[in-house]
T-cell receptor, first 111, second 110 residues
Framework: DGGITQSPKYLFRKEGQNVTLSCEQNLNHDAMYWYRQDPGQGLRLIYYSQIVNDFQKGDIAEGYSVSREKKESFPLTVTSAQKNPTAFYLC??????????FGNGTRLTVT | RKEVEQDPGPFNVPEGATVAFNCTYSNSASQSFFWYRQDCRKEPKLLMSVYSSGNEDGRFTAQLNRASQYISLLIRDSKLSDSATYLCVVNPVYGDKIIFGKGTRLHILP
């Protein structure tokens, strides 16, 4: 079955450590996105990529980094520079004018 | 005007009632529109796309008004399981970032 997979579902880290969230899709979509959601809040765009080896900052890119070396993979690194990293992280993919398909999300807790 | 705007609610509606809510958008060149449903602590899931002529899927009807720049969602014969947050999504032009509304919370009361 085609889909988008995020792992792990729950991730715990100590403050000051970088952490990388995985996102893989086998839908052959060109575009991939990372969103962050805080409790009771809407989705905020961190980074997006329309094509391999290219990506753009979203609204809240500071403290995050991404890579797009393969069409099917779009990992997100939460660096120690991100002031409030604890959140629900959602990865999505899409094709031209098609709806976004979301992964199940990764819930990151930094203590 | 915000790019995409929704009434956050919550809307508390008795089971069996009809409920409707709107979403306004600012970019008149927007290409495609969607309604998503998000349950607590879960990922958003596509409820339905919104077409210019309006479209229906069972108890759900979506409409687009380009002149006034809003989309709407109508839920008939509401069920307890309809309780969720409903997100409006606007895709301006392919290549630009997709815009999410902050969501409307709906509580269906027994």
């Amino acid at each position: 079955d085609g889909g988008i997979t995020q792992s792990p579902k729950y991730l715990f880290r100590k403050e000051g450590q970088n952490v990388t969230l995985s996102c893989e899709q086998n839908l052959n979509h060109d575009a991939m996105y990372w969103y962050r959601q805080d409790p009771g809040q809407g989705l905020r765009l961190i980074y997006y990529s329309q094509i391999v080896n290219d990506f753009q900052k979203g609204d809240i890119a500071e403290g995050y980094s991404v890579s797009r070396e393969k069409k099917e993979s779009f990992p997100l690194t939460v660096t120690s520079a991100q002031k409030n990293p604890t959140a629900f992280y959602l990865c999505a993919s899409s094709d031209k004018n098609s709806p976004l398909h979301f992964g199940n999300g990764t819930r990151l807790t930094v203590t | 005007r915000k790019e995409v705007e929704q009434d956050p609610g919550p809307f508390n509606v008795p089971e069996g009632a009809t409920v409707a809510f709107n979403c306004t958008y600012s970019n008149s060149a927007s290409q495609s529109f969607f309604w998503y449903r998000q349950d607590c602590r879960k990922e958003p899931k596509l409820l339905m796309s919104v077409y210019s002529s309006g479209n229906e899927d069972g108890r759900f009807t979506a409409q687009l008004n380009r002149a006034s720049q809003y989309i709407s969602l109508l839920i008939r014969d509401s069920k307890l399981s309809d309780s969720a947050t409903y997100l409006c999504v606007v895709n301006p032009v392919y290549g630009d970032k997709i815009i999410f509304g902050k969501g409307t919370r709906l509580h269906i009361l027994p």
